[in-house]
């Protein structure tokens, strides 16, 4: 318990002290949304909780994808992180402290979002409705995670950022996270249904609607988690041999 702690503490306050990387990652979505999507959905109420479930998507999509993407390939470059992987410790502690460092950021992402919706529009959700959406919200970030983690073995750290983000911008246009599905241009619109983000948003819509949860977005869900954890391990053991060849 003491290790992992360690490992939680020595992953979050670096992160903490620096303002310049989470305060952007945090911000960025209500910033966007209230640019974007606060006026529609205050002028049409009934549109209110679609917005709500593409924002939060788009929101957690960025954390997972960026806290584990960054993260690693910071990592392997950084000569403590190095030495702390020769230690007989299990690497399962490192990963749990970036799981908790991630579930932080959403707590603050999601209830900055959260607050400025319930508070400029007059979308309705009960308690059980918040708590299952958090939870789809959460496991369907999954994929993202392990997404960020194949991206962080597979460049450098000062390449990580700008390829995260020509990843994830696009990703969350082509997902419909920011303009309806049935409003995007065609080429977009046939692409769209097979994308990470989309499948994520079909599932928020659903909560939001009180619809069953779509079983083929779930699927897609798994697949995507199954190819990138297949291709993540792959760089990482190319990782490790080329480290301690």
Avoid at 27 to 38: A, I, M
Avoid at 188 to 217: C, F, H, N
Wanted: glycine share 6%; proline share 9%.
């Amino acid at each position: 318990m003491r290790i992992m702690h360690a490992h939680i503490r020595t992953t979050l306050v670096p992160l903490l002290r620096t303002p310049a990387y989470w305060i952007p990652l945090v911000l960025f979505p209500t910033l966007l949304f209230s640019f974007f999507g606060l006026q529609p959905a205050q002028k049409m109420p009934e549109f209110a909780p679609f917005m709500m479930g593409s924002w939060s998507a788009f929101a957690v999509i960025g954390i997972a994808f960026f806290q584990f993407g960054i993260s690693v390939a910071q990592s392997r470059e950084d000569r403590w992180q190095q030495y702390a992987r020769t230690l007989p410790a299990s690497p399962f502690h490192p990963l749990i402290g970036q799981v908790c460092s991630a579930l932080f950021f959403i707590v603050l992402a999601l209830g900055l979002l959260w607050s400025l919706m319930f508070f400029a529009t007059k979308i309705e959700v009960n308690i059980l409705q918040m708590l299952l959406f958090l939870l789809v919200l959460l496991m369907g970030s999954i994929p993202f995670v392990v997404m960020g983690v194949t991206l962080g073995y597979a460049f450098p750290a000062r390449a990580a950022v700008p390829i995260a983000n020509l990843l994830y911008l696009p990703l969350s246009f082509f997902g419909g996270l920011w303009v309806p599905p049935n409003s995007l241009p065609g080429p977009v619109a046939l692409i769209s249904p097979y994308t990470p983000t989309r499948q994520l948003g079909e599932l928020a819509w659903a909560v939001m609607d009180k619809r069953p949860l779509p079983s083929d977005s779930l699927v897609g869900l798994l697949i995507y988690t199954i190819v990138f954890a297949i291709l993540g391990m792959v760089l990482w053991q190319r990782d490790e041999s080329a480290r301690y060849r």
